[in-house]
């Protein structure tokens, strides 16, 4: 498929150390891979399901050891151990591929190799990065081919250029080793032992954000955590924002949120472009400039349903495969905890076991039909929001990068950071507060700056060195926000509603971005007068209410502002003097 002499190569010594029976080629087309589905059922690795209810669906299960993105077996490997740690577990470039060429040596034998040419983002875009993955398993074959766009135009669209290499084999399925390296500075990543979406579809997080964040620094461009959601008003003015959350913060919520009655019925509309990713660029026009790289949802089952998000369950309904979900007997359909209030009867639990729903225990995790990380991987064009951008080949213009984090009583519903260095400070300290059914400690902080703690594939203080760099970059500037769902009365309910009528606080985001309405300046940045938050139609919620959810309360912010400190201490002496001079000013404003 290609004369490409650096893909070649690539093949031809993974093909000597690998030792596969036989190599295959990727070529995208239908034919090819309803073949591979058909052998992946007949080798008991999918189940087909009810084609009338799920048309093109399959379930997959995977082993009792492997169900999760491994942190502590994610390494990023340098020359020097300074250019990835100290958040990221680091190894020497030698030793990790030493280590990782004795994991591979003859794993492949009996086995097919798959060659998988993907294009992350639109084929042929300048925005796109083209990746080569090399693997034994099917399951990551037909996985690649809904999150990614591969196959022949692909590799036409790379010609003689430069790809990033992966290598991927489940070997032994064993947890003793299982790594899944990074090596930013040879454009290449190696996964073994796994065969969990989050570690073996290389061009998710391992290439889109890790080697990406990497390729980002180097080139002048940002791979961010971020969805990506268009919002039209009623004059027909279409804005986007992009938006960055730790884990349990709502964010594919957000991505595909629905509004409110009284906004659906002055014509408001919201578009979905991106649910996790965003590569990000300075446009010809000195604005930044957005893409969602990927081509499809990896989802979490869990708590999916028509209440909390119907836009991406109605994205699963059909070419969709689903993992580690109850298997529905009675009519070949899934179910997990948090689909409806109908569990079935006749049930084959995640682990490949009869289930009775009856001995299901809320609070005891192991009584779940579906694992409580289950996941979905659906085409990204099934999703009934999404935008007609979202193959728009230079992407779509931002008006506001939005941070947020579950905090229960340190940050207000929103504000706006002060300038751009502000709002890279507002980003480097975003957090989240554990639950007592996460831990069992309530109110942990865990820092995750720009919600890319996990997926830096550098070092963190150089990473906040290089977005303050690209704001002298960028002439004209997206506004900072942060925004906090989660505040909380003194009981532990939460007090803001959440879901569709989070719009109502975009909304006045999006004013700010036009200068469309004031704002106060407080002592951590720009926070909205109660009366231009719209309230209308929630009963719950009156303008007391906002004018609760927009205090700061300066003694918890001075804790904060210790814990910061912290923070940045433990990152090392790369982090930019301008954050320590934000905190400086920080402080400052609290003792006023």
């Known amino acids: 498929m290609t004369n490409n002499k650096k893909v070649l190569e690539f093949i031809e010594q993974s ?37 009338e209810k799920l048309p093109g669906c399959y379930l997959h299960r995977t082993t009792v050891n492997d169900v999760a ?24 470039t030698t030793e990790a591929m030493n280590l990782m060429n004795g994991l591979f040596n003859g794993v492949m034998k009996g086995r097919t190799m798959y060659v998988i040419p993907y294009s992350m ?26 999150m990614t766009r591969v196959g022949k135009a692909v590799i036409d669209a790379l010609g003689d250029g ?14 003793e080793k299982r790594y899944i390296m990074h090596f930013p500075e040879e454009n290449a990543i190696m996964s073994i032992n796994s065969n969990y979406g989050g570690n073996v579809l290389l061009g998710k997080k391992c290439f889109a954000l890790r080697i990406a964040s990497f390729l980002g620094k180097n080139e002048g461009w940002m791979a961010e955590h971020m969805l990506i959601l268009g919002i039209t008003n009623p004059k027909g003015e279409k804005k986007y924002i992009a938006a960055a959350f730790p884990s349990a913060c709502g964010k594919t919520n957000l991505a595909m949120l629905i509004p409110p009655a009284i906004y659906q019925e002055k014509g408001y509309k919201v578009e979905c472009v991106g649910d996790d990713i965003a590569w990000i660029r300075v446009g010809e026009d000195g604005r930044l400039w957005a893409v969602n790289p990927e081509n499809g949802f ?5 708590g999916t349903n028509m209440k909390s998000n119907p836009n991406a369950l109605l994205s699963t309904q059909k070419n969709t495969i689903f993992t580690n979900v109850v298997h529905n007997l009675d009519d070949n359909t899934v179910w997990w905890e948090g689909l409806d209030n109908n569990p079935p009867a006749n049930a084959i639990d995640w682990k490949g076991n009869k289930w009775d729903y009856k001995k299901f225990d809320k609070k005891d995790k192991s009584t779940c039909g579906a694992h409580p990380n289950s996941r979905f991987t659906a085409p990204t064009v099934n999703c009934p929001c999404l935008s007609d951008q979202f193959e728009a080949p230079n992407g779509v213009p931002l008006s506001a990068i939005v941070f947020g984090g579950r905090r229960a009583k340190t940050a207000p519903l929103v504000y706006q950071s002060k300038d751009w260095n502000n709002g890279v400070f507002v980003g480097s300290i975003m957090a989240s507060e554990t639950t007592a059914a996460a831990t069992g400690a309530v109110g942990v902080v865990r820092r995750d700056p720009m919600a890319m703690r996990p997926f830096v594939g550098y070092n963190m203080g150089d990473y906040f060195n290089h977005w303050i760099e690209m704001g002298e970059k960028i002439t004209n500037k997206p506004k900072i926000f942060n925004v906090n769902w989660f505040r909380t009365d003194d009981n532990g309910n939460f007090i803001w509603p959440g879901f569709g009528d989070n719009l109502r606080v975009l909304d006045w985001i999006l004013d700010r971005c036009e200068d469309k309405v004031d704002a106060r300046e407080t002592a951590i940045g720009y926070v909205p007068y109660a009366k231009d938050i719209n309230v209308e139609g929630l009963a719950d919620v009156t303008e007391a209410t906002i004018e609760d ?32 001079s934000q905190l400086e000013a920080l402080k400052k404003n609290l003792n006023k």
């Open 549 to 580: 959810l927009l205090s700061i309360d300066k003694e918890n912010w001075k804790a904060e502002a210790e814990g910061i400190e912290g923070f940045y201490k433990e990152l090392g002496d790369r982090v930019p003097a301008e954050l320590y």
């Open 121 to 146: 983002g639109a084929v042929g875009s300048k925005f796109s990065k083209i990746g080569i993955e090399l693997t034994d398993s099917i399951y990551v074959v037909l996985n690649m081919a809904i």
């Open 69 to 92: 993105r491994v942190e502590g077996r994610t390494f990023i490997c340098s020359k020097c151990k300074e250019d990835s740690a100290p958040i990221n577990n680091w190894m020497e």
């Open 298 to 302: 990896f989802g979490v089952a869990p």
């Open 15 to 51: 093909k000597q150390l690998c030792q596969p029976d036989q190599i295959v080629w990727i070529d995208g087309s239908e034919e090819q891979l309803e073949a591979l589905r058909k052998q992946a059922v007949e080798e008991k690795i999918l189940i087909k399901l009810n084609e």
């Open 162 to 175: 430069d790809f990033i290499k992966g290598l991927h084999s489940y070997a032994e399925l064993s947890e």
